[in-house]
């Protein structure tokens, strides 16, 4: 199947040189991309200009700034209706500054007083750029969150419609582990698949992608 994967944070340009961001690494996403590559999949990967280039330089790769970059770069890759599965592991940043100071701000101002504005979430608006039927796989991060609140939180993103997985972590259990956790549901009202580490989660998105393909 052609896959394309996100990876990384999305920067919100304050000024000329400033960004609001995220602690997202891309670390998973590229890893994803690496592996469902090796397991026969046509992987193209749309990474974060803070995110580190994949080891293997033969993957089809180009990088993104911000939330509204992203999106453009989405709709033109999904356009032609060649790709049969998106992974949206990119962190979106929610806000990002209503107006952007050209040049660089005053660094010698005792404050600073800043407008932001929502960013439009992506995620649902993914099967609208494709002519094509396509398999979206959400990710959802919480951050110490209980059993209740992360079950929420994976809820709404599928009542939001437009994705048919998704990937569940919480910063607090990845700290404490030492192989990332993931928690892959393909529905709210199921148990996850509990995984651990970036090649155990590519194996359960490759047979989810070739179940959905058969």
């Known amino acids: 199947m052609k896959v394309l994967v996100t990876a990384g944070a999305t920067r919100e340009p304050l000024d000329a040189v400033r960004f609001f961001s995220n602690v997202s690494t891309g670390r998973t996403g590229t890893a994803l991309a690496v592996a469902l590559a090796r397991l026969g999949h046509e992987v193209t990967l749309l990474r974060s200009e803070g995110t580190e280039p994949p080891a293997d330089r033969t993957l089809p790769a180009t990088t993104f700034s911000s939330a509204a970059d992203l999106q453009n770069r989405l709709q033109r890759q999904l356009a032609a209706g060649r790709y049969g599965a998106v992974i949206m592991t990119a962190a979106v940043a929610d806000y990002r500054p ?113 179940g959905v393909s058969a």
């Open 98 to 210: 209503e107006s952007p100071v050209p040049g660089k701000l005053d660094s010698a101002a005792p404050e600073l007083t800043l407008r932001l504005v929502r960013n439009a979430k992506i995620l649902p608006q993914l099967r609208g750029f494709s002519p094509a039927p396509l398999c979206v796989i959400g990710f959802k991060l919480t951050a110490g969150a209980t059993t209740a609140a992360r079950q929420a939180a994976v809820a709404a993103q599928f009542a939001a419609g437009g994705v048919d997985a998704v990937v569940h972590n919480d910063l607090a259990e990845i700290r404490a582990a030492t192989a990332h956790p993931f928690h892959f549901f393909t529905a709210a009202s199921r148990p996850p698949r509990e995984l651990s580490g970036a090649a155990a989660l590519a194996g359960a998105i490759d047979a989810h992608l070739r």
